[in-house]
Nanobody
């Protein structure tokens, strides 16, 4: 069983930056594609970013391209989402996800394990 724990959320002003981290335990980290999703109040959970098992391929939602970057450290079992130039519309609960798969997926069904989420609030 893979367990995921997110950290790094908080309150930031428009244009600011935050770094979200996801640490894992259990399973074989190197066999897991990792993703981030977010859910704003009253909205469905949506894809943000994903990274392949080896870190060689990343994918981003159009809404965050050019502002967010995603990396992983397989020795530390850690995934890091760097969020720059944040906007109020980025306000949401952010969830880390892991899937036993090749490549990446922008679909919630592509992931087998989920964290509890961390809140990000961007003030105007």
């Amino acid at each position: 069983q893979v367990q995921l724990v997110e950290s790094g959320g908080g309150l930031v002003q428009t244009g600011g930056s935050l770094v979200l981290s996801c640490t894992t335990s259990g399973g074989t980290f190197g066999s897991l594609a990792m993703g981030w999703f977010r859910q704003a109040p009253g909205k469905e959970r949506e894809f943000v970013a994903a990274i392949s098992r080896g870190g060689g391929f990343t994918d981003f939602a159009n809404s965050v391209k050019g502002r967010f970057t995603l990396s992983r450290d397989n020795t530390k079992k850690l995934v890091t989402l760097q969020m720059n130039n944040l906007k109020p519309e980025d306000t949401a609960d952010y969830y880390c996800a892991a899937g036993v798969r090749f490549g990446t997926s922008s679909s919630r069904s592509g992931y087998d394990y989920w964290g509890q989420g961390t809140q990000v609030t961007v003030s105007p």
